[in-house]
């Protein structure tokens, strides 16, 4: 388990924010890329230099289901892994839940993650060998909670998705669909006020798809659920599509 000192703890927002204020504000954010590490430097593409993100600003309220969309290589990843706090900018101003992201250390991003943001992937990346119950449980060991604690918790967070009747099964005995509200039902168990997705029903059947997105809508009613996806039918379910084309928001081009 990790400890924070108290510098770390220092990050999370304030609970007198107003309501008002967006839960992220992204002001022209650019991301490059070096094979060997970031780079100042450089637009688009010179030498080994990639601008994955161009001068990319957008704000997202508490309530909102937005969706992310672009062609592959378009920065969808990249502008969610910095919306999830999984990294910084290369220059523009990042705010998450009223935390400015910019300067944090790989630590404080840790803690902002614990108590705010909750993440989903495509892939699910649930331990095959603990029960449903245990992987939602998983973060509130992070958190420090008790057991007991951790298993009513878990189990009426799987209720709240739809498996009150699943928490002992292991992941290999649920379909996909069942797996990735799993996931998701681990992704709420710090009550975070952000969900972000990536590809959330990439792997799943059109009408398993259907079932995630409504969860994602009831979930979007009090905190804020982003999503990158290709899939056109999950992104018709949004309340509005940001897209990307090379690195640019084609609404701001
Ligand atoms: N770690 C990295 N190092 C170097 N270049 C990178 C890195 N990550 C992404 N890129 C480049 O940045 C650009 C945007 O990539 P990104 O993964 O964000 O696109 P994407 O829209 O998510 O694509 P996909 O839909 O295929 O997942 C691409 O040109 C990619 O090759």
């Known amino acids: 388990m990790q400890t924070n000192t108290p510098s770390d703890t220092a990050v999370v927002s ?15 954010v650019t991301r490059t890329y070096t094979r060997g590490g970031r780079s100042v430097f450089g637009s688009k593409r010179t030498g080994q230099t990639v601008t994955a993100l161009d001068n990319v600003s957008l704000q997202i309220h508490r309530g909102e289901l937005v969706g992310i969309a672009g ?15 999984l990294d910084t900018p290369s220059s ?9 992201v910019s300067n944090l250390s790989s ?6 993650r614990l108590e705010n943001i909750g993440i ?27 057991k007991r604690r951790r ?19 292991k992941p290999g005995e649920l379909s996909g669909g069942e797996q990735q509200r799993v996931a998701i ?8 006020d952000l969900l972000i997705a990536d590809e959330p029903t990439g792997e799943l059947d059109t009408a398993t798809g259907e079932t995630i997105m409504g969860l994602f809508d009831e979930l979007a009613n009090d905190r804020a659920v982003v999503m990158a996806s290709h899939d056109e039918r999950a992104l018709s379910r949004t309340d509005r599509v940001i897209r990307l084309q090379d690195g640019v928001r084609l609404d701001d081009a």
Do not use: M
């Open 14 to 28: 304030s609970p007198s924010s107003s309501a008002d204020s967006p839960l992220i504000d992204c002001s022209n």
């Open 71 to 85: 062609p592959s290589g378009s920065g969808k990843s990249t502008l969610l892994h910095l919306l999830a706090g």
């Open 120 to 146: 989903v992937f495509q892939h699910f990346y649930l331990l095959p060998s603990l029960s449903a119950r245990a992987n939602v449980a998983i973060p509130l060991v992070e958190k420090g909670w008790g």
């Open 92 to 100: 523009g101003s990042l705010s998450i839940v009223d935390t400015d």
């Open 151 to 169: 298993r009513e918790r878990a189990a009426a967070l799987l209720d709240e998705v739809g498996l009150g009747d699943r928490t002992t099964h």
């Open 107 to 112: 630590r404080q991003r840790t803690r902002l």
């Open 185 to 192: 039902a681990r992704a709420l168990a710090t009550e975070p």
